[in-house]
Protein backbone atom coordinates (compact mmCIF):
# COMPACT_ATOMS: atom_id res chain seq x y z
CA UNK A 1 0.00 0.00 0.00
CA UNK A 2 0.84 3.51 -0.84
CA UNK A 3 0.24 5.40 2.38
CA UNK A 4 1.41 8.98 1.12
CA UNK A 5 3.11 10.88 -1.80
CA UNK A 6 5.65 13.74 -0.82
CA UNK A 7 7.55 16.48 -3.29
CA UNK A 8 6.92 18.97 -5.25
CA UNK A 9 4.02 19.23 -7.67
CA UNK A 10 4.78 18.53 -11.27
CA UNK A 11 1.30 19.14 -13.26
CA UNK A 12 -2.13 20.03 -12.59
CA UNK A 13 -4.95 19.20 -14.87
CA UNK A 14 -8.79 18.91 -13.41
CA UNK A 15 -9.28 15.90 -11.50
CA UNK A 16 -5.43 15.08 -11.36
CA UNK A 17 -2.22 16.18 -9.52
CA UNK A 18 1.40 14.91 -10.46
CA UNK A 19 3.68 14.84 -7.16
CA UNK A 20 7.47 14.10 -8.03
CA UNK A 21 8.84 11.40 -5.80
CA UNK A 22 12.30 10.42 -5.97
CA UNK A 23 12.56 11.81 -9.53
CA UNK A 24 9.10 9.90 -10.48
CA UNK A 25 5.90 11.49 -11.31
CA UNK A 26 3.44 10.19 -9.75
CA UNK A 27 -0.42 10.49 -10.93
CA UNK A 28 -2.94 11.19 -8.24
CA UNK A 29 -6.68 11.42 -8.86
CA UNK A 30 -7.74 14.06 -6.25
CA UNK A 31 -10.92 16.04 -5.57
CA UNK A 32 -11.64 20.00 -6.92
CA UNK A 33 -11.50 21.21 -3.30
CA UNK A 34 -7.66 18.58 -2.84
CA UNK A 35 -6.45 19.81 -6.15
CA UNK A 36 -7.42 23.53 -4.51
CA UNK A 37 -5.03 23.65 -2.36
CA UNK A 38 -1.82 22.86 -4.60
CA UNK A 39 0.45 24.89 -5.97
CA UNK A 40 2.97 24.34 -9.27
CA UNK A 41 6.16 23.50 -8.21
CA UNK A 42 5.66 23.86 -4.13
CA UNK A 43 6.17 20.63 -1.70
CA UNK A 44 2.81 18.71 -1.16
CA UNK A 45 2.13 16.11 0.84
CA UNK A 46 -1.04 13.60 0.26
CA UNK A 47 -2.35 10.85 2.09
CA UNK A 48 -3.10 8.24 -0.77
CA UNK A 49 -5.28 5.30 -1.84
CA UNK A 50 -4.47 2.80 -4.25
CA UNK A 51 -7.01 1.20 -5.92
CA UNK A 52 -6.35 -2.46 -7.95
CA UNK A 53 -8.28 -3.75 -11.04
CA UNK A 54 -7.42 -5.78 -13.73
CA UNK A 55 -6.22 -3.33 -16.00
CA UNK A 56 -5.18 -0.74 -13.90
CA UNK A 57 -3.42 0.51 -11.19
CA UNK A 58 -5.13 3.87 -9.83
CA UNK A 59 -3.85 5.94 -7.09
CA UNK A 60 -6.48 8.41 -5.30
CA UNK A 61 -4.92 11.43 -3.06
CA UNK A 62 -6.63 13.33 0.01
CA UNK A 63 -5.73 16.11 1.99
CA UNK A 64 -5.47 14.15 5.02
CA UNK A 65 -5.70 10.55 6.72
CA UNK A 66 -9.51 10.94 7.93
CA UNK A 67 -10.43 11.64 3.79
CA UNK A 68 -8.70 8.38 2.77
CA UNK A 69 -10.14 6.24 5.22
CA UNK A 70 -13.90 7.80 4.69
CA UNK A 71 -13.20 7.24 1.03
CA UNK A 72 -11.83 3.33 1.51
CA UNK A 73 -15.35 3.35 4.01
CA UNK A 74 -17.58 4.68 1.08
CA UNK A 75 -15.67 2.59 -1.75
CA UNK A 76 -16.02 -0.53 0.08
CA UNK A 77 -20.07 -0.22 -0.17
CA UNK A 78 -22.29 -2.63 -2.62
CA UNK A 79 -22.60 -0.64 -6.07
CA UNK A 80 -20.68 2.63 -5.30
CA UNK A 81 -16.60 2.03 -6.26
CA UNK A 82 -13.76 5.11 -6.42
CA UNK A 83 -15.23 7.28 -9.01
CA UNK A 84 -18.52 7.60 -6.70
CA UNK A 85 -16.84 7.21 -3.59
CA UNK A 86 -14.46 10.31 -4.67
CA UNK A 87 -17.24 12.14 -5.61
CA UNK A 88 -19.17 12.23 -2.71
CA UNK A 89 -15.31 13.34 -0.92
CA UNK A 90 -16.09 15.62 -3.99
CA UNK A 91 -19.01 17.37 -2.26
CA UNK A 92 -18.85 16.86 1.34
CA UNK A 93 -16.24 16.33 4.22
CA UNK A 94 -16.01 13.40 5.81
CA UNK A 95 -17.30 14.84 8.69
CA UNK A 96 -20.48 16.71 7.05
CA UNK A 97 -20.57 12.40 5.78
CA UNK A 98 -20.69 11.05 9.29
CA UNK A 99 -23.40 13.72 10.16
CA UNK A 100 -25.19 13.12 6.86
CA UNK A 101 -25.18 9.05 7.94
CA UNK A 102 -25.97 9.71 11.62
CA UNK A 103 -29.49 11.68 11.01
CA UNK A 104 -30.28 9.67 7.91
CA UNK A 105 -30.40 12.43 5.19
CA UNK A 106 -30.97 11.49 1.99
CA UNK A 107 -30.91 14.69 0.80
CA UNK A 108 -27.61 15.51 1.72
CA UNK A 109 -26.42 12.14 -0.68
CA UNK A 110 -28.76 13.04 -3.05
CA UNK A 111 -26.47 16.11 -3.57
CA UNK A 112 -23.67 13.80 -5.10
CA UNK A 113 -24.16 13.23 -9.08
CA UNK A 114 -24.54 9.99 -9.49
CA UNK A 115 -26.65 9.18 -6.38
CA UNK A 116 -30.53 9.72 -6.65
CA UNK A 117 -33.05 8.81 -3.83
CA UNK A 118 -33.59 4.99 -4.19
CA UNK A 119 -29.71 4.79 -4.02
CA UNK A 120 -29.23 7.67 -1.28
CA UNK A 121 -31.47 5.34 1.23
CA UNK A 122 -29.46 2.15 0.70
CA UNK A 123 -26.39 3.80 1.50
CA UNK A 124 -27.27 5.15 4.56
CA UNK A 125 -27.85 1.59 5.79
CA UNK A 126 -24.81 0.14 4.46
CA UNK A 127 -22.81 3.18 6.01
CA UNK A 128 -24.73 3.51 9.41
CA UNK A 129 -22.41 1.79 11.35
CA UNK A 130 -19.06 2.28 9.41
CA UNK A 131 -18.29 5.64 9.00
CA UNK A 132 -18.37 5.97 12.91
CA UNK A 133 -20.11 8.64 15.05
CA UNK A 134 -19.71 12.52 13.72
CA UNK A 135 -16.83 14.06 15.85
CA UNK A 136 -18.81 17.37 16.23
CA UNK A 137 -16.93 19.90 14.38
CA UNK A 138 -18.53 20.60 11.25
CA UNK A 139 -20.75 23.52 13.27
CA UNK A 140 -17.70 25.54 14.89
CA UNK A 141 -15.90 24.51 10.99
CA UNK A 142 -17.57 27.35 9.28
CA UNK A 143 -18.35 29.62 11.84
CA UNK A 144 -15.31 31.75 12.03
CA UNK A 145 -15.23 30.98 7.84
CA UNK A 146 -18.15 33.36 7.41
CA UNK A 147 -16.89 36.37 8.64
CA UNK A 148 -13.69 36.22 6.54
CA UNK A 149 -13.88 38.47 3.65
CA UNK A 150 -14.32 36.34 0.53
CA UNK A 151 -11.60 34.18 1.24
CA UNK A 152 -13.05 31.79 -1.46
CA UNK A 153 -12.20 34.27 -4.27
CA UNK A 154 -8.83 34.01 -2.97
CA UNK A 155 -8.58 30.07 -3.04
CA UNK A 156 -10.38 29.81 -6.57
CA UNK A 157 -7.75 32.56 -7.92
CA UNK A 158 -5.12 30.82 -6.56
CA UNK A 159 -6.50 27.42 -7.61
CA UNK A 160 -6.97 28.36 -11.08
CA UNK A 161 -3.47 30.04 -11.63
CA UNK A 162 -2.08 26.24 -10.36
CA UNK A 163 -3.80 24.93 -13.09
CA UNK A 164 -1.82 27.06 -15.49
CA UNK A 165 -4.13 29.96 -16.63
CA UNK A 166 -2.86 33.50 -16.55
CA UNK A 167 -3.99 35.59 -13.97
CA UNK A 168 -6.17 38.10 -16.04
CA UNK A 169 -8.32 34.39 -17.22
CA UNK A 170 -8.46 33.54 -13.55
CA UNK A 171 -9.51 37.27 -12.79
CA UNK A 172 -12.31 36.72 -15.23
CA UNK A 173 -13.66 33.22 -13.79
CA UNK A 174 -13.63 33.92 -10.27
CA UNK A 175 -16.02 36.65 -12.12
CA UNK A 176 -18.47 34.58 -13.89
CA UNK A 177 -18.83 32.42 -10.73
CA UNK A 178 -19.19 35.50 -8.18
CA UNK A 179 -23.60 35.28 -7.99
CA UNK A 180 -23.36 31.86 -7.93
CA UNK A 181 -20.74 32.32 -4.70
CA UNK A 182 -22.78 34.72 -3.19
CA UNK A 183 -25.70 32.43 -3.87
CA UNK A 184 -24.30 29.65 -1.35
CA UNK A 185 -25.45 29.73 1.89
CA UNK A 186 -21.89 28.14 2.62
CA UNK A 187 -19.48 28.54 -0.34
CA UNK A 188 -18.18 25.16 -1.74
CA UNK A 189 -15.01 26.23 -3.23
CA UNK A 190 -14.40 22.66 -5.14
CA UNK A 191 -17.94 23.09 -7.05
CA UNK A 192 -16.90 26.64 -7.74
CA UNK A 193 -13.75 25.57 -9.44
CA UNK A 194 -15.62 22.97 -11.47
CA UNK A 195 -17.89 26.24 -12.72
CA UNK A 196 -14.64 28.27 -13.34
CA UNK A 197 -13.26 25.82 -15.46
CA UNK A 198 -16.57 25.46 -17.33
CA UNK A 199 -16.74 28.97 -17.98
CA UNK A 200 -13.20 29.31 -19.01
CA UNK A 201 -14.37 26.39 -21.51
CA UNK A 202 -16.59 27.96 -23.01
CA UNK A 203 -14.89 31.41 -23.33
CA UNK A 204 -12.00 29.50 -25.26
Known amino acids: M???VQGPVAALTPGLAVVEVGGVGMAVQCTPTTLATLRLGEPARLATSLVVREDSLTLYGFADDDERA???VLQAA?????RLAQAMLGVHSPEALRVAVAQGDERALIKVPGIGKAKAAKLLLEYKDKLGAPHGTVPT???PVAAAP???SEQLHAALVGLGYAP???DEAVAAVTPEAE???RTDVGALLKSALRSL???R
Open 70 to 72: TFE
Open 183 to 185: AQQ
Open 201 to 203: SKA
Open 2 to 4: IAF
Open 141 to 143: QHA
Open 78 to 82: PGVGP
Open 150 to 152: APW
Open 168 to 170: REA
